[in-house]
């Protein structure tokens, strides 16, 4: 079975996107053959890669249940199944349809040798992100923080937990990824503790506010490629180093060096 992962959480802008975006490409990078799939109607995972879709093949998809439709990007190692609008219309298609596992249909029926497939899922708890999170069996919650970025956390714990009694036994909160990081406030520190407190050993290295990481989507491509030596990638290298060792259980020899020099920067 594939690793699926699902970058999921209810609360709009937190930086699920830049995340999904970047750990694909940092795996990518790792030399890992990874699978970004777009499950937001808004697109913007696919338009940080440079691709422009309406989301109607992946629709179709999902709706007669057959393979996805992959598109290859600019960084090697990294595939794409792109979204756009039509996907909005799932939802009302999804009101009459039987089952949330559609996705992970597709996703079977899609060949392809990936060790790893993400899902960037769209703010909400539609059919969009309760088909991923019924593909998956990790998932990842980028969160600001700041107190509603705290609360908006809460909220997806009670969802994820109750997900999990009826529909995917199989899917756990891997990861909370602090994003937007700001150290000199106080409420950083403040919010990091409960984080810390609510998901022991699961919070990862944290993403700063980085400039370069607003602006790469604009280039169609991940920081990593736009501005290699920047915070941004330095952060995103980290966290998905941090997250292979998790999920992928494999403790590369240079993963200590490469953290002694991000950290010595
Ligand atoms: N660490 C960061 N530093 C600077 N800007 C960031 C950072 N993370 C995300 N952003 C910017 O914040 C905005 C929201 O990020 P993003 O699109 O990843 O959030 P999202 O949770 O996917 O949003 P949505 O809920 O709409 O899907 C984007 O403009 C993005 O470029
Ligand atoms: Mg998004």
Sequence with gaps: MKKVVSVVNLKGGVGKTTTAVNIAACWAEMGKKVLLVDMDPQGSASISL?????????????????????????????????????????????????????????????????????????PSLGFQTMNSLAACQYV????????????????????????????????????????????????????????KEMFPRRVSPIVRENVSLTEAPGRGKPVILTDRLSKGADDYRLV?????????????PTVNQVRQLISSI
């Excluded at 999902?62 to 595939?79: C, P």
């Excluded at 980028?142 to 714990?157: C, I, Y």
């Excluded at 009826?166 to 409420?187: G, K, L, S, Y």
């Excluded at 292979?244 to 590369?252: K, L, P, S």
């Design 140 to 195: 990842i919650i980028p969160v600001e923080t700041s107190f509603l970025g705290l609360n908006g956390v809460k909220q997806m714990v009670a969802a994820i937990e109750s997900f999990k009694m009826t529909i995917n036994p199989d899917i756990q909160i891997e990861a909370v990824v602090p994003c937007r990081a700001q150290r000199r406030r106080r409420v950083h520190w403040d919010i990091m503790d409960a984080l």
């Design 50 to 122: 440079g691709v422009m879709n309406e989301g109607n093949e992946l629709l179709y998809s999902l709706k007669s249940s057959t393979a996805l439709t992959v598109t290859a990007t600019s960084m090697a190692g990294l595939d794409l199944v792109p979204s756009g609008m039509a996907l909005a219309t799932a939802g009302m298609w999804y009101a009459e349809s039987a089952g949330n596992d559609v996705l992970a249909r597709c996703l079977e029926k899609t060949e392809g040798d990936w060790d790893i497939v993400i899902i960037d899922c769209p």
């Design 240 to 252: 998905t180093l941090w997250l292979d060792e998790r999920i992928n259980g494999t403790e590369d």
